[in-house]
């Protein structure tokens, strides 16, 4: 489940008409959030608050060995007016599972930004400052988010602490998204690492004008993508390579929505494939499989989420008076808009060849939205719960 | 002054290196590991060179032949070298990311993805130099510290050597990992495997081997309750300097039973209760003579069987007759509360109840061996004479506990005189007797023996008895002790019959024994035999003079009187 921050920082892209998920970091996001999500470990209170549009807290406390906790502030420059309540936030937003990809939006013009007045630009640029300190570790963690253009945005992250090498590490992103394509340059103090990812869209390019509908009626209407990333370490000599390929269903497929991604990193003869599809409505289902073609080693992994609908309660109807006084029916209600689902929890569960299992239960009770979780090993029949936790939110 | 320290001996034996292998391993992989490893580390090759480390002393704070504490500065440029298997991360990146925070983690999709080759690495050229504190005993073995940072410098050799990121991040942790290892694990390592080597209690596998090794090199025996004031180290393993030591050996008491070691007393204990019960059944204490050959200087502490007036009592301070006189002690008081109240001794007894003759000696000749050893380490004399004065002065500045004091000598005195070829056989029938105090409860029933002294067990069973106690002994008793047994047994013939008959517990000792006797065993027997004579006729001459005054040489004390006749 997203932290409170990390959903007001994602309603902060959505604010601004960021599109967070083209990008080469996020060609797997739909297995990750299948298969590697976090299960929580020991018991977590998190005590968040959208004050303001502008402005948010968050505290929370947590009871992994010692009492720890942290206390986390937020300021956006763009007033975000999003659902902060708890017990009203759609839990599709907050829990991450699988991910079907939107079409392409087509990039605000840069003059669409701009506001006169007097003669003058007034215009600002959005901006969004973020800091957390953990106690009783003293580590400090600072974002600074700025959207320079419609398609231009830089993150500046920091990390503040004294076990690190250096008291901290800085890592600069700066992210470049027209729609077709995406690029991103990264610079990290630590290492002096560089780094270059590109993702490229295949299809029609959305800055033009769409001259041909969707042909949805193919058997798989959706969308290849492609990137890689290119990382080196100017002070250590060390760097990285991978190549990736997604082919993802787009939502106006009538098919089942499936996602297959290929990832290969070519130094380390590395490569990794998943394959996730949602089998029903509430229930998605995921594989991944890692094979290293120099050590022969490889990996299985496999990974489902079940979304619970409560089951609705069909409304007795009965005749009103002035039905029954009339001798005829009541007239039929047609609404067009259904009733909103009403979420009852989402299981996950993974599994891998070493039978470790994942397991994470998410939903919400009254106003506290919980995540309960547990790791579980097959292979160690003494103890095999490794660890088991509880996180509560209550945002307001 | 001088030390010879054996490097080269080590290396020779073969099960040293497996052993500090196996240890290495563990403790390599006790600490957690750095990313890069991503399995155990296992030791492939280990060898200590043939260069030994250079010492330097500079401050002794102990000494003796058994104990030992110093301050050395230690320097070590030596050829020795250590290869290790295990499997590490090829990826950089992988690594990279492991210890970073992940807020600011760049997050790459696939670049960081695993790669694991297994990874030989070789330490050669170490440079250690530190200064050292080693503390050695014989009981609590070999204890090692480092008072600063040993590692001076260190080439990782691997084969990664061509990366230059691989190859310093390597000879970095490694570094990092061995300064943790000769810190906190090597005085462990040392000390285990000084253990093993030095006490025989620790390790039980080895003791065939030891006995083997026993009667070549007396310096070997060794026995976890020889000497325990004189440890070094007490049960917390805190290192004792001098005056704390001696005060320990004074006030004796817990301290002291603290120092023994949990296992044997179990089986004292479980003796004990065969002993009360009459139960046939009774354990075979390795080294038990060992433990009783203890006893002279912590019966003199705690029970304070002072014998200030027979300085050759000390001298003969056989365990078993020592405790033996105890036990018939007890008995001539009637009162058995005794047998409670100090187990050990009453156990010592019935280990060697089986018998009472061979015990006799072998201990007394084993005392003779514990005697020099103390004369050279503490006092200097090496005379007999001094060395029971030393006793004396030992055992007399020891409050006389819960027993009087002179009836002790009474038992003491025959035994030893009978351990003596040239006494009379008078002598022998008070040692016989005092074994039957051993071996039986009831006062009946030794009056009954001793009225009628062949009948007591079936006859048929005596020549089995008289045969096999003395194997039995072997096994239990390093061989050393048991050639004196031997000859004894020849040279008194009538004894045989006599004390077998008289003991309960005896047949089930002889059950245990086993076949001995090899050519080299012979000659330690002629030898050893030709000592004791030796010795017996010196101190049949210093004994001489006491017994006569006290004119117990001819006619029974009067405790043993009843039960002997």
Same mark, same amino acid.
Request: hydrophobic share 35%; with cysteine; glycine share 6%.
């Given at each position: 489940?997203?932290?409170?921050?990390?959903?007001?920082?994602?309603?902060?892209?959505?604010?601004?008409?960021?599109?967070?998920?083209?990008?080469?970091?996020?060609?797997?996001?739909?297995?990750?959030?299948?298969?590697?999500?976090?299960?929580?470990?020991?018991?977590?209170?998190?005590?968040?608050?959208?004050?303001?549009?502008?402005?948010?807290?968050?505290?929370?406390?947590?009871?992994?060995?010692?009492?720890?906790?942290?206390?986390?502030?937020?300021?956006?420059?763009?007033?975000?007016?999003?659902?902060?309540?708890?017990?009203?936030?759609?839990?599709?937003?907050?829990?991450?599972?699988?991910?079907?990809?939107?079409?392409?939006?087509?990039?605000?013009?840069?003059?669409?930004?701009?506001?006169?007045?007097?003669?003058?630009?007034?215009?600002?640029?959005?901006?969004?400052?973020?800091?957390?300190?953990?106690?009783?570790?003293?580590?400090?963690?600072?974002?600074?988010?700025?959207?320079?253009?419609?398609?231009?945005?830089?993150?500046?992250?920091?990390?503040?602490?004294?076990?690190?090498?250096?008291?901290?590490?800085?890592?600069?992103?700066?992210?470049?998204?027209?729609?077709?394509?995406?690029?991103?340059?990264?610079?990290?103090?630590?290492?002096?690492?560089?780094?270059?990812?590109?993702?490229?869209?295949?299809?029609?390019?959305?800055?033009?004008?769409?001259?041909?509908?969707?042909?949805?009626?193919?058997?798989?209407?959706?969308?290849?993508?492609?990137?890689?990333?290119?990382?080196?370490?100017?002070?250590?000599?060390?760097?990285?390579?991978?190549?990736?390929?997604?082919?993802?269903?787009?939502?106006?497929?009538?098919?089942?929505?499936?996602?297959?991604?290929?990832?290969?990193?070519?130094?380390?003869?590395?490569?990794?494939?998943?394959?996730?599809?949602?089998?029903?409505?509430?229930?998605?289902?995921?594989?991944?499989?890692?094979?290293?073609?120099?050590?022969?080693?490889?990996?299985?992994?496999?990974?489902?989420?079940?979304?619970?609908?409560?089951?609705?309660?069909?409304?007795?109807?009965?005749?009103?008076?002035?039905?029954?006084?009339?001798?005829?029916?009541?007239?039929?209600?047609?609404?067009?808009?259904?009733?909103?689902?009403?979420?009852?929890?989402?299981?996950?569960?993974?599994?891998?060849?070493?039978?470790?299992?994942?397991?994470?239960?998410?939903?919400?009770?009254?106003?506290?939205?919980?995540?309960?979780?547990?790791?579980?090993?097959?292979?160690?029949?003494?103890?095999?719960?490794?660890?088991?936790?509880?996180?509560?939110?209550?945002?307001? | 002054?001088?030390?010879?320290?054996?490097?080269?001996?080590?290396?020779?034996?073969?099960?040293?290196?497996?052993?500090?292998?196996?240890?290495?391993?563990?403790?390599?992989?006790?600490?957690?590991?750095?990313?890069?490893?991503?399995?155990?580390?296992?030791?492939?090759?280990?060898?200590?060179?043939?260069?030994?480390?250079?010492?330097?002393?500079?401050?002794?704070?102990?000494?003796?032949?058994?104990?030992?504490?110093?301050?050395?500065?230690?320097?070590?440029?030596?050829?020795?070298?250590?290869?290790?298997?295990?499997?590490?991360?090829?990826?950089?990146?992988?690594?990279?990311?492991?210890?970073?925070?992940?807020?600011?983690?760049?997050?790459?999709?696939?670049?960081?993805?695993?790669?694991?080759?297994?990874?030989?690495?070789?330490?050669?050229?170490?440079?250690? *130099?530190? &200064?050292?504190?080693?503390?050695?005993? @014989?009981?609590?073995? =070999? %204890?090692?510290?480092? !008072?600063?940072?040993? /590692?001076?410098?260190?080439?990782?050799?691997?084969?990664?050597?061509?990366?230059?990121?691989?190859?310093?991040?390597?000879?970095?942790?490694?570094?990092?990992?061995?300064?943790?290892?000769?810190?906190?694990?090597?005085?462990?390592?040392?000390?285990?495997?000084?253990?093993?080597?030095?006490?025989?209690?620790?390790?039980?596998?080895?003791?065939?081997?030891?006995?083997?090794?026993?009667?070549?090199?007396?310096?070997?025996?060794?026995?976890?309750?020889?000497?325990?004031?004189?440890?070094?180290?007490?049960?917390?393993?805190?290192?004792?300097?001098?005056?704390?030591?001696?005060?320990?050996?004074?006030?004796?008491?817990?301290?002291?039973? *603290?120092? &023994?070691?949990?296992?044997?007393?179990? @089986?004292?204990?479980? =003796? %004990?209760?065969?002993? !009360?019960?009459?139960? /046939?059944?009774?354990?075979?204490?390795?080294?038990?003579?060992?433990?009783?050959?203890?006893?002279?200087?912590?019966?003199?502490?705690?029970?304070?069987?002072?014998?200030?007036?027979?300085?050759?009592?000390?001298?003969?301070?056989?365990?078993?007759?020592?405790?033996?006189?105890?036990?018939?002690?007890?008995?001539?008081?009637?009162?058995?509360?005794?047998?409670?109240?100090?187990?050990?001794?009453?156990?010592?007894?019935?280990?060697?109840?089986?018998?009472?003759?061979?015990?006799?000696?072998?201990?007394?000749?084993?005392?003779?061996?514990?005697?020099?050893?103390?004369?050279?380490?503490?006092?200097?004399?090496?005379?007999?004479?001094?060395?029971?004065?030393?006793?004396?002065?030992?055992?007399?500045?020891?409050?006389?506990?819960?027993?009087?004091?002179?009836?002790?000598?009474?038992?003491?005195?025959?035994?030893?005189?009978?351990?003596?070829?040239?006494?009379?056989?008078?002598?022998?029938?008070?040692?016989?007797?005092?074994?039957?105090?051993?071996?039986?409860?009831?006062?009946?029933?030794?009056?009954?023996?001793?009225?009628?002294?062949?009948?007591?067990?079936?006859?048929?069973?005596?020549?089995?008895?008289?045969?096999?106690?003395?194997?039995?002994?072997?096994?239990?008793?390093?061989?050393?002790?048991?050639?004196?047994?031997?000859?004894?047994?020849?040279?008194?013939?009538?004894?045989?019959?006599?004390?077998?008959?008289?003991?309960?517990?005896?047949?089930?000792?002889?059950?245990?024994?086993?076949?001995?006797?090899?050519?080299?065993?012979?000659?330690?027997?002629?030898?050893?035999?030709?000592?004791?004579?030796?010795?017996?006729?010196?101190?049949?001459?210093?004994?001489?003079?006491?017994?006569?005054?006290?004119?117990?040489?001819?006619?029974?004390?009067?405790?043993?009187?009843?039960?002997?006749?």
């Amino acid at each position: 489940m997203l932290e409170f921050m990390d959903y007001v920082q994602h309603a902060f892209y959505d604010t601004s008409h960021w599109n967070f998920e083209n990008s080469y970091s996020q060609l797997t996001a739909t297995a990750r959030a299948l298969l590697d999500f976090e299960t929580p470990a020991g018991l977590r209170l998190n005590l968040s608050s959208l004050s303001s549009p502008n402005f948010a807290t968050s505290y929370a406390i947590g009871s992994v060995g010692l009492v720890d906790g942290s206390l986390s502030y937020l300021y956006t420059s763009l007033p975000l007016h999003t659902t902060s309540r708890s017990s009203d936030i759609d839990l599709h937003n907050v829990i991450r599972g699988y991910r079907q990809i939107q079409e392409l939006r087509k990039p605000e013009e840069s003059w669409m930004w701009e506001q006169w007045q007097g003669g003058r630009r007034v215009d600002k640029r959005d901006t969004l400052l973020y800091g957390r300190l953990y106690l009783p570790q003293s580590t400090l963690e600072a974002l600074y988010l700025r959207r320079m253009s419609p398609t231009q945005q830089v993150k500046l992250s920091a990390v503040s602490d004294s076990r690190l090498r250096n008291g901290g590490t800085i890592l600069a992103l700066h992210q470049y998204d027209v729609g077709k394509y995406s690029a991103e340059t990264l610079y990290s103090t630590d290492g002096g690492l560089i780094g270059l990812r590109g993702l490229y869209n295949f299809g029609p390019d959305p800055r033009k004008d769409v001259t041909e509908a969707p042909r949805t009626e193919d058997k798989f209407y959706g969308r290849f993508s492609a990137g890689a990333e290119i990382y080196y370490g100017s002070l250590n000599k060390s760097g990285g390579v991978s190549f990736g390929g997604r082919f993802a269903t787009l939502p106006a497929h009538k098919g089942v929505p499936l996602t297959a991604t290929l990832t290969l990193n070519p130094l380390m003869g590395n490569l990794s494939t998943t394959y996730a599809v949602t089998a029903g409505k509430n229930l998605a289902l995921c594989s991944k499989f890692d094979f290293n073609v120099y050590s022969y080693e490889s990996d299985v992994m496999l990974g489902c989420e079940l979304w619970r609908i409560k089951a609705r309660v069909p409304k007795k109807k009965e005749r009103s008076m002035a039905a029954k006084l009339e001798w005829r029916l009541d007239p039929e209600e047609k609404s067009d808009v259904p009733e909103p689902e009403i979420v009852a929890g989402v299981l996950k569960a993974r599994i891998d060849q070493n039978w470790k299992i994942g397991l994470l239960w998410e939903g919400r009770v009254k106003e506290l939205l919980f995540t309960l979780g547990s790791s579980v090993d097959m292979k160690r029949r003494d103890q095999p719960f490794r660890a088991i936790g509880l996180e509560l939110q209550y945002s307001s | 002054m001088a030390f010879n320290f054996n490097w080269s001996p080590l290396t020779a034996d073969a099960d040293f290196y497996k052993r500090a292998q196996e240890m290495l391993t563990t403790a390599l992989n006790k600490s957690p590991k750095p990313p890069i490893i991503v399995d155990d580390i296992l030791v492939n090759e280990l060898n200590l060179g043939s260069v030994p480390p250079e010492l330097e002393i500079l401050e002794i704070g102990d000494l003796a032949e058994d104990r030992f504490r110093g301050i050395f500065k230690m320097c070590y440029s030596g050829d020795a070298f250590l290869t290790l298997k295990t499997r590490v991360q090829a990826n950089p990146l992988n690594t990279y990311l492991f210890s970073k925070p992940s807020f600011t983690s760049p997050q790459p999709l696939a670049a960081q993805s695993g790669l694991t080759i297994p990874l030989q690495i070789t330490l050669s050229e170490i440079k250690l *130099s530190a &200064f050292i504190i080693l503390v050695f005993s @014989r009981q609590k073995g =070999l %204890t090692l510290v480092f !008072r600063n940072d040993p /590692l001076e410098s260190l080439k990782v050799s691997s084969t990664f050597d061509s990366i230059p990121f691989v190859r310093d991040y390597l000879q970095r942790e490694i570094e990092k990992q061995l300064r943790t290892l000769m810190m906190d694990e090597l005085p462990a390592i040392i000390h285990r495997l000084s253990l093993r080597l030095w006490c025989p209690d620790y390790a039980a596998k080895e003791d065939q081997e030891m006995e083997i090794k026993k009667p070549e090199d007396d310096q070997v025996a060794v026995d976890p309750f020889g000497s325990p004031p004189q440890d070094a180290v007490d049960a917390r393993g805190n290192v004792l300097d001098a005056s704390e030591i001696s005060s320990m050996s004074l006030d004796g008491g817990s301290e002291i039973h *603290s120092l &023994f070691s949990q296992k044997n007393l179990l @089986r004292l204990a479980a =003796l %004990t209760d065969s002993h !009360r019960t009459l139960s /046939l059944f009774t354990p075979s204490i390795r080294d038990a003579v060992f433990r009783a050959w203890a006893g002279p200087s912590e019966r003199s502490d705690s029970a304070g069987s002072s014998t200030p007036a027979t300085p050759g009592l000390i001298r003969s301070h056989s365990s078993v007759g020592s405790t033996s006189t105890t036990y018939t002690f007890s008995r001539s008081d009637d009162g058995h509360g005794h047998i409670p109240s100090r187990p050990s001794l009453v156990n010592m007894h019935s280990a060697t109840t089986g018998l009472g003759l061979g015990a006799g000696r072998h201990s007394r000749s084993h005392m003779r061996k514990k005697k020099t050893r103390v004369v050279n380490l503490r006092k200097n004399k090496t005379t007999d004479d001094l060395v029971s004065e030393s006793g004396d002065s030992e055992t007399s500045s020891m409050a006389p506990a819960s027993e009087p004091a002179f009836p002790t000598p009474v038992v003491e005195e025959p035994e030893d005189n009978i351990i003596t070829p040239p006494h009379s056989p008078s002598q022998r029938v008070r040692f016989r007797t005092s074994s039957i105090d051993l071996g039986e409860s009831p006062r009946k029933l030794r009056l009954s023996t001793a009225d009628r002294p062949s009948i007591n067990l079936s006859s048929s069973t005596l020549p089995e008895q008289v045969i096999d106690p003395v194997p039995a002994e072997e096994k239990s008793v390093p061989i050393r002790e048991q050639r004196p047994a031997y000859s004894n047994f020849a040279s008194y013939p009538q004894e045989k019959h006599s004390a077998p008959l008289s003991y309960g517990p005896a047949p089930v000792l002889s059950d245990t024994s086993s076949a001995a006797g090899s050519i080299i065993e012979q000659a330690w027997v002629m030898k050893m035999a030709s000592e004791i004579a030796r010795r017996a006729q010196d101190e049949k001459s210093n004994n001489q003079s006491f017994w006569s005054r006290e004119e117990r040489e001819d006619s029974p004390p009067p405790a043993y009187a009843p039960k002997a006749t």
